[in-house]
């Protein structure tokens, strides 16, 4: 009996060596394959934060605007930019002036992207930009042109720093940003972004964007970029948010210039009751009477000129020499003879005249003319090409 009980305690006591055995090698195995598990999620968890970052970079890149590529082929990275006084004085101006009011919407003076467009164009997406956000929106939109001399007229890229301060004295709870460029094949590029004031009322380069980008935009000499960006404007409008534009797309009254006589005064051109066919003609005029040596003051006129030709209905009985004549000061001769078409009013065969530098036409058509600021802005047309030359330019004095 003793034998057998040591036996059977023999075989119990192995059973439950190979019972805390298995259990141990069990428990071992779990232990293991809970590590390994731990260690896949670990090496799963970090390649998604390794692709999240990759996808956040690609996502910035592409929303990033294209390089100003012209500026980068021309001019070294070392080279020292001299900061100007004088600009810098005409910035701490418009600066002040702004912050003394309270507005909605940023709309940053538009930059170059890729190759430039002319400082104009640029100046007139901006404006018609604005102008397109406060109709639609119903929003507080300070002045572009006041904005642009805040932040540096006719720089091609702005310094976000500035920018982002501006937006800080203004209290603007939002930011429009605006890249444009060409890729020397006739083809446009646009970057539009919006930024919104986060909850804590905070608006700077990490808030994030929404960003929109228009490609391969074809342009011509007929249907210049400027031509080609208006009709994108509800679509623009869109992309940053806002559901109805449909008031840029609504019809234009007719606008007509009942008589094209002089103001009193100058001051009078801006305190009249407002006409888009008498206001563009009036910018026309002041642009005609500007020193060619003031070009960009003249351009801003010719801009203005263009700005208020968009609220007239095409049908309107100047509407084609206004708009043509604005484009003929910014340089697009092209796309002023197209919107002329066949001139049928003595100003539109005047203007065609001037546009194809035709003296004898410019002669005749500005003095049949009725006499008032029409005739005057020919006479100057045909005043101003019949200007000699220097002859001093050829002495021999000045020769080598």
């Known amino acids: 009996m003793k034998a057998s009980r040591a036996i059977l305690l ?33 090496i799963k968890a970090q390649g998604e934060r390794l692709e999240a970052l990759r996808r956040a970079k690609m996502q910035v890149e592409n929303t990033r605007p294209l390089a100003d590529r012209a500026m980068n082929e021309a001019v070294p990275k070392s080279y020292f930019r001299p900061v100007s006084d004088w600009k810098s004085t005409e910035k701490s101006i418009y600066q002040k002036l702004l912050s003394s009011g309270q507005f909605d919407v940023l709309i940053v003076p538009f930059q170059v992207q890729e190759y430039a467009l002319d400082i104009s164009t640029r100046s007139l997406m901006t404006a018609e930009l604005a102008l397109a956000v406060s109709t639609a929106q119903k929003v507080r939109v300070p002045d572009p042109y006041i904005v642009t001399r805040a932040l540096g007229d006719g720089d091609r890229r702005l310094d976000p720093k500035e920018v982002y301060g501006l937006a800080d004295k203004i209290g603007v709870k939002k930011i429009i ?21 986060d909850a804590n009322g905070v608006l700077n380069a990490q808030t994030t964007a929404l960003v929109k980008n228009f490609e391969h935009l074809a342009f011509t000499d007929e249907r210049p970029p400027i031509e080609v960006y208006q009709p994108m404007l509800p679509e623009i409008l869109a992309a940053i948010g806002v559901a109805d534009s449909s008031v840029l797309t609504s019809p234009k009254p007719e606008s007509r210039i009942d008589a ?9 051109m801006a305190s009249e009751k407002r006409e888009p ?32 030709t968009l609220s007239m209905s095409q049908d309107s009985p100047d509407y084609r020499v206004l708009k043509a004549r604005a484009l003929m000061l910014l340089g697009l001769r092209p796309a002023a003879l197209q919107v002329l078409g066949e001139p049928k009013t003595l100003e539109e ?52």
Request: hydrophobic share 40%; aromatic share 10%.
């Open 177 to 197: 940003w605006g890249y444009v460029g060409h890729n020397r094949k006739n083809q446009m590029a646009l970057n539009i972004q919006l930024q919104e004031r």
């Open 349 to 400: 065969k005047e203007l065609v005249a001037v546009l194809n530098g035709n003296q004898p036409d410019v002669d005749l058509y500005s003095s049949q003319i009725k006499p008032g600021i029409k005739r005057l802005i020919a006479k100057l047309d045909a005043n101003y090409r019949k200007r000699p030359i220097n002859p001093s330019l050829f002495s021999e004095s000045r020769a080598g």
């Open 260 to 268: 094209a006589e002089f103001p009193i005064t100058p001051l009078a």
């Open 277 to 308: 066919a008498r206001d563009a003609l009036y910018f026309q005029l002041l642009a005609s009477l500007t020193p060619h040596a003031a070009e960009r003051a003249k351009a801003r006129f010719a801009e203005k000129s263009l700005l208020a």
């Open 10 to 42: 023999t075989i119990g006591t192995l059973i439950l060596f190979c019972v805390g055995a298995g259990s141990f090698f069990f428990y071992e195995k779990q232990e293991e394959e809970k590590q390994r598990a731990a260690q896949q999620a670990m």
